[in-house]
């Protein structure tokens, strides 16, 4: 099939029967059938844009019909893969789109993961662990996967739209169903992958399929909702009691204060003339400040009116969208609060000496040590080298063009410069989680090391019909494991119904 009939696939499987085929006026296509009177087809519409600059302005063109999606999304870079009910222009030249509004959805058919990465280069380094997250602990498959500037749009789509019905209360459950199976996939991947957007709009606008962009695409595997959403569940749970077995954090005394009402912190926010010439600079001011209101519990949107509003008062402000990127940062979940180290520092920096002892003798908070960067510490933490094990081996089965690739114990313990107990340790876990398996060879013969995404990235590069002899090769060299059926099972799967039915057995229903 030529590339550009497999973007047209990918569209039209993503858009179901959310459009009409045909357009209203001036369609190519003849019409074999006349619309019968009194029969009222429900169809909506989609947004698409040229450009991402357009993008962000909202500049686009509304499309109802799939012929002239098909017509025009060779030269868009960006669409609205959910259909809405309608959506207008806001201008009389008909240029800057609106309506796009998750209470405007019609049918929701598919969601979409961001990931991004600092550059092409470590875009493409990394596509393997990005692959190996996509299939969500082998339960399920993305159907789409789009290749961006800096990094990759993962598509799941559903084998069925969701339709989107308002109840007589005003509420719309399947969007707060699908919003709490977004959230979950984004909490998952950012848990693997730190590059994740967490905070994208989950009916929002995303990369349009197109002959140059695609990295990978499984039309027969698309995901079933339900089966979906209790993988969700399942995983917000699991969360839940994981967050509950943590060490809990130090308990406040009574009648301490918000960070934010604390003397530092208003110190710090009247301030007008910091800049970036300084290593404590605005940044690392608006992180601290951001921060101290998540440790507060104020509102990701109130704090942005906060800091929005300190930023427009220093002499050299940031960008508001450099803004809105630190305070998505400190909201992430994966800090407490302001460190102690960092509000010292500000305030040495900007704060003048005969107040800044004061400001930090009256502040009654509850103060948190961050870990040091691994470049900072002489020891590393197994999961770090964990890390290092994946990236090589990923790195060494795509330059070898194969399922595996064969080295020693010694070779990775001087590549990767870890000691042999350390990699043995780190080795064993990685086993144990079926993310990578390993043949010994015998005397002078290498090891053969495989991950779970070398060996399914191969299978589904495969046709149907080649894919049994592969796992039967494979399985000839690793032996016939659980994980390694659960892959097969997967790549063999062809119809939708098939699909479902798998995907619901390897999710634990209760």
Not at 177 to 205: E, H, M, R
Not at 281 to 293: E, K, S
Not at 449 to 463: D, G, I, N, V, Y
Request: contains cysteine; glycine residues 4%; charged residues 20%.
């Amino acid at each position: 099939m030529s590339a550009m009939k497999t973007a047209q696939q990918a569209i039209d499987l993503i858009l179901h029967q959310g459009l009409r085929e045909t357009k209203a006026r001036h369609s190519n296509v003849l019409k074999l059938e006349k619309t019968i009177p009194g029969k009222q087809n429900k169809h909506g519409a989609i947004a698409m844009y040229r450009s991402k600059a357009q993008m962000a302005k909202s500049w686009g063109t509304i499309y109802t019909s799939k012929e002239a999606v098909y017509d025009n999304y060779a030269t868009s870079t960006h669409w609205t893969p959910n259909v809405f009910n309608y959506l207008t222009y806001t201008d009389a030249a008909k240029h800057y789109v609106k309506g796009a509004k998750e209470q405007n959805l019609s049918q929701i058919n598919t969601l979409v993961v961001d990931v991004d990465y600092r550059d092409a280069e470590e875009r493409q380094v990394k596509f393997a662990e990005v692959w190996d997250t996509a299939m969500l602990d082998v339960q399920f498959l993305p159907t789409l996967i789009l290749v961006t500037q800096k990094g990759y749009h993962i598509y799941y789509v559903f084998d069925e739209p969701v339709f989107v019905r308002r109840h007589t209360n005003g509420k719309l459950p399947a969007v707060r169903a699908a919003k709490a199976i977004a959230k979950s996939l984004k909490q998952y991947y950012a848990q693997k992958l730190p590059a994740v957007d967490v905070t994208c709009n989950s009916f929002g606008i995303f990369r349009v399929p197109r002959p140059d962009n695609i990295e990978y695409f499984e039309p027969k595997m698309t995901v079933d909702f339900q089966a979906l959403m209790t993988w969700s569940i399942n995983f917000a749970n699991d969360q839940r009691v994981a967050k509950s077995n943590q060490t809990k954090r130090p308990v406040k005394m009574r009648g301490v204060r918000r960070q934010i009402d604390q003397p530092w912190f208003q110190a710090l926010i009247n301030q007008t003339d910091i800049d970036q010439n300084v290593g404590y600079g605005r940044h690392n001011t608006i992180f601290t400040l951001a921060l101290a209101c998540y440790s507060s519990n104020v509102s990701q949107a109130q704090c942005f009116d906060i800091l929005d509003e300190f930023n427009s008062n220093l002499n050299h402000p940031l960008a508001t969208q450099h803004v809105q990127k630190v305070i998505n940062d400190a909201y992430s979940g994966q800090f407490h609060a302001a460190s102690r180290e960092y509000v010292n520092a500000l305030l040495e920096t900007w704060v003048p000496d005969a107040d800044r002892r004061v400001y930090l003798q009256r502040s009654q908070t509850t103060w948190y040590k961050y870990a040091k960067p691994r470049t900072e510490r002489v020891n590393s933490h197994v999961n770090e080298w964990q890390a290092d094990l994946m990236a090589y081996f990923n790195q060494r089965t795509s330059q070898d063009n194969n399922w595996f690739t064969r080295t020693s114990l010694r070779h990775i313990s001087k590549e990767l410069n870890i000691c042999l107990g350390s990699l043995t340790k780190a080795l064993k876990e990685l086993i144990d989680q079926g993310l990578v398996y390993r043949e010994k060879g015998h005397g002078r013969q290498a090891t053969m090391f495989a991950t779970r995404s070398s060996l399914l990235q191969h299978a589904m590069a495969l046709k149907q019909g080649q894919r049994l002899n592969y796992w039967l090769m494979v399985a000839r060299f690793l032996g016939p494991t659980e994980q390694l059926l659960a892959l097969r099972r997967f790549s063999l799967t062809s119809a939708p119904e098939t699909t479902k039915v798998e995907q619901l057995r390897l999710v634990d229903t209760g």
